[in-house]
């Protein structure tokens, strides 16, 4: 060791801390009483303290704290670098406690709750301290659910809606694909056209007014023409000219339909009652959910449908689905559209139950549990009349639940809810895993679960189960 040594140190804050402060011997001190003796004088103390020779004065004292330090008990334990672990990168600077210096345990500089630990998942929100607290982790993946459900309804409605083409332009052709009609409405006519352009062409409906039939509401024309897109409401693109297409069979310009209906609800009954009662019940449970939805669309906009009637409700194979599931229903009467009376909404109920009886002829109530609790919900509408929304989550019970037993039992709505939506997620998570494509029913009860509160939940089991009959 060279006489000259390092200036003294203090300690630094990731110093290490041991269970008792070590006590420290001089290294020079020490090494002088190791080096060895003259031969000819005995390693005595009487020798030594009678040596007319003294001893060289011992070095001074210093105060060692690093390599220069031989602490007089037990070594530390090796630190995670030192044993060859990967040491984890700090995401901030904490203080050593000084209640922790007497404690070789590991533990952290401050309380877990003050660690400003990373997202354990970016999308789940989720810290490394909430995995402690299972309530915490429940909230975030229903959440999530609800998230996913959500994205699904979108996802699957663009579906059901795209393709849909665009308004008229002046450079469009026109080619009438069939001389008679395709189907015959109660106050329309629709023949089978294609629109070209240089882009693309869409196979489109010339929606021709029927000879005798009832003057159409230039107010419901005007509504129609002027709404956005709607599942299940007829939508226009334009006219087609006069002149456009040779030897038409109409002599004036019609309206152009972005569907080509295939049947009428009235043609669709008068064929389904070949069904089995349970598939028939559902259909007819399905095609009133939507009619009620677009019913309520209209309520929202101050306008109410003068009389609904079989025969003017259009039934289409929703774009992407097999024509063996359930059909989009359009409602396409807007010349018997009106402004809505000021008042309580209710404008549809009677109308609706009515249609509803007459939808359920073929079946008796009792046939299916089903068609007992339709009977029933077509009696509160004639007796309550309720809105066409509120016709609407009541029909989505119906169809997806909570039942009556859960009602009778008081079971809370909240988690019901929860649970449904995550079995609905890995419903449909079965079916793309084999290959399956979710269809119209996926999509209405998708769009149930998403938007479904505890309070609207309660107000349709309300109307179904808690007020009395008439």
Do not use: I
Not at 205 to 234: C, D, T, Y
Request: hydrophobic content about 40%; aromatic content about 4%.
């Amino acid at each position: 060791m060279s006489s000259s040594e390092p200036p003294t140190e203090t300690p630094g804050p990731n110093a290490p801390t041991w269970q008792t402060q070590p006590t420290y011997g001089n290294l020079g001190e020490v090494r002088a009483h190791l080096l060895p003796s003259k031969a000819c004088r005995p390693r005595t103390f009487e020798a030594l303290s009678t040596d007319p020779q003294p001893l060289p004065p011992p070095l001074p004292k210093k105060t060692l704290t690093r390599a220069q330090s031989l602490p007089t008990h037990k070594a530390p334990r090796p630190s995670p670098t030192q044993a060859g672990e990967t040491q984890k990168p700090l995401l901030g600077s904490h203080s050593v406690d000084k209640s922790q210096a007497g404690d070789d345990r590991a533990g952290p500089a401050c309380p877990p709750e003050e660690l400003p630990f990373c997202s354990l998942d970016p999308e789940l929100g989720l810290s490394f301290h909430d995995l402690h607290r299972p309530e915490a982790v429940h909230a975030a993946l229903e959440a999530r659910q609800l998230e996913s459900l959500r994205a699904m309804h979108v996802r699957l409605q663009a579906r059901l809606l795209g393709g849909r083409p665009g308004p008229c332009r002046p450079g469009h052709g026109f080619r009438l694909l069939d001389r008679s009609p395709c189907l015959e409405s109660g106050d329309a006519l629709y023949y089978r056209l294609v629109r070209v352009d240089e882009e693309a062409w869409h196979l489109l409906a010339a929606k021709v007014p029927r000879p005798g039939a009832e003057e159409p509401h230039p107010w419901g024309l005007e509504l129609q023409a002027s709404l956005a897109p709607h599942f299940n409401l007829q939508g226009l693109c334009g006219l087609v000219p006069r002149g456009a297409l040779p030897e038409m069979p109409w002599d004036q310009p019609v309206a152009l339909a972005a569907e080509v209906p295939e049947l009428t609800v009235a043609q669709w009954l008068a064929g389904a009652g070949v069904q089995p009662p349970a598939e028939f019940t559902r259909a007819v449970a399905l095609l009133l959910l939507q009619l009620s939805a677009a019913l309520a669309h209209l309520e929202a906009r101050g306008a109410a449908l003068a009389e609904l009637r079989p025969e003017n409700l259009l039934l289409v194979v929703p774009r992407g689905c097999t024509a063996t599931g359930p059909p989009r229903l359009l409602l396409a009467d807007f010349g018997r559209v009106r402004p809505r009376s000021p008042g309580p909404l209710g404008a549809h109920a009677q109308q609706l139950g009515r249609l509803l009886r007459e939808l359920l002829g073929p079946v008796a109530p009792s046939a299916t549990p089903l068609a007992a609790d339709l009977e029933r919900l077509a009696a509160q509408l004639a007796h309550w009349r309720p809105s066409a929304a509120q016709t609407r989550g009541a029909l989505q019970t119906l169809l997806w639940g909570p039942g009556p037993a859960l009602r009778r039992r008081g079971a809370p709505l909240g988690p019901w809810l929860r649970a449904h939506r995550a079995l609905l997620v890995l419903h449909l998570a079965e079916q793309a895993a084999g290959g399956e494509v979710p269809g119209l029913e996926d999509w209405l009860c998708c769009g149930y679960l998403a938007e479904a509160t505890e309070a609207s939940v309660e107000l349709a089991l309300e109307l179904l189960w808690d007020r009395p009959l008439p």
